[in-house]
């Protein structure tokens, strides 16, 4: 699976933004899809994660500001981001799991950059 991520930029805290993640296949067909993200000098932790049954989870630390959907005519995954805070700034990455295979495709990755 291919993954293209894109809709980072900068934004000022209490803005919004979303991110897109463009799959080469159905996210139907993908098991788990969802968004991870990396700030400087930290791990790359889960930020939101959508199943084929459309099961969500979410970290506390984004749970009533992010929210993961997609659209399956695109093929596409969002993550709308809401209320945005400074500690919110870092690389995300689109992520995708497939059981079957045991195999996971990471996009590149997209700039969030939230100021105080």
């Not at 659209?71 to 870092?90: G, H, I, R």
């Amino acid at each position: 699976v291919q993954l293209q991520a894109s809709g980072g930029g900068s934004v000022q805290a209490g803005g919004s933004l979303r991110l897109s993640c463009a799959a080469s296949v159905s996210t139907r067909s993908i098991d788990v899809i969802g968004w991870f993200r990396q700030a400087p000098g930290k791990q790359r932790e889960p930020v939101a994660s959508l199943s084929n049954s459309d099961s969500t989870h979410y970290p506390d630390s984004v749970k009533g500001r992010f929210t993961i959907s997609r659209d399956n005519a695109k093929n596409t995954v969002y993550l709308q981001m809401n209320n945005l805070k400074p500690e919110d700034t870092a690389i995300y990455y689109c992520h995708a799991v497939s059981i079957a295979t045991l195999t996971e495709s990471w996009g590149q990755g997209t700039q969030v950059t939230v100021s105080s």
